[in-house]
């Protein structure tokens, strides 16, 4: 962990930085359920995450501000009529949460054949977007005279 009071001390503005820093450095390791991040345009991305055993009801997904949760929690199912002898599918409950960055939407999700794809847009403002400033061609502008009263 670091302490990242000093920097608070000599910085203006830089709040959120220091935030996600600080929830970087405090999130657990944990890996389930196994994720992929990937770019498909320019501005827009897909989280796929592979969540078997679970369907479109046992799950949730909430964007709040800047954070992207997804939560999973299995109906109780009764006890199968036989007996198990190895059960390596987890059924096991999850959360996970991903940072956005700014102006990045959550455009919509699917499940297929145990996949959860989730459909991610960052889309500036127009007011937020570079634009380019004509250069004037050195006419000079009239100037009214006022006369004295």
Same mark, same amino acid.
């Given at each position: 962990?670091?302490?990242?009071?000093?920097?608070?001390?000599?910085?203006?503005?830089?709040?959120?930085?220091?935030?996600?820093?600080?929830? /970087?450095? /405090?999130?657990?390791?944990?890996?389930?359920?196994?994720?992929?991040?990937?770019?498909? =345009?320019?501005? &827009?991305? @897909?989280?796929?995450? =592979?969540? /078997?055993?679970?369907?479109?009801?046992?799950?949730?997904?909430?964007?709040?501000?800047?954070?992207?949760?997804?939560?999973?929690?299995?109906? &109780?199912?009764?006890?199968?009529?036989?007996?198990?002898?190895?059960?390596?599918? +987890?059924?096991?409950?999850?959360?996970? @949460?991903?940072?956005? /960055?700014?102006?990045?939407?959550?455009?919509? =999700?699917?499940?297929?054949?145990?996949?959860?794809?989730? +459909?991610?847009?960052?889309?500036?403002? &127009? =007011?937020?977007?570079?634009?380019?400033?004509?250069?004037?061609?050195?006419?000079?502008?009239?100037?009214? &005279?006022?006369?004295?009263?």
């Amino acid at each position: 962990m670091f302490d990242f009071t000093p920097l608070y001390r000599s910085s203006v503005g830089f709040d959120r930085l220091f935030q996600l820093l600080d929830e /970087a450095a /405090a999130s657990e390791t944990n890996s389930y359920p196994p994720y992929n991040i990937e770019r498909t =345009a320019d501005n &827009e991305y @897909r989280i796929t995450m =592979a969540i /078997a055993g679970f369907g479109p009801n046992d799950v949730a997904i909430e964007a709040k501000g800047n954070t992207l949760t997804v939560t999973g929690k299995k109906a &109780e199912k009764p006890a199968p009529a036989g007996e198990i002898l190895h059960q390596g599918i +987890a059924a096991r409950g999850f959360e996970r @949460r991903f940072q956005l /960055a700014d102006h990045v939407e959550v455009k919509g =999700a699917d499940m297929d054949n145990g996949l959860l794809h989730i +459909a991610l847009k960052r889309e500036v403002p &127009e =007011a937020l977007k570079p634009r380019q400033i004509a250069i004037g061609s050195g006419v000079k502008l009239k100037t009214i &005279e006022t006369k004295a009263a």
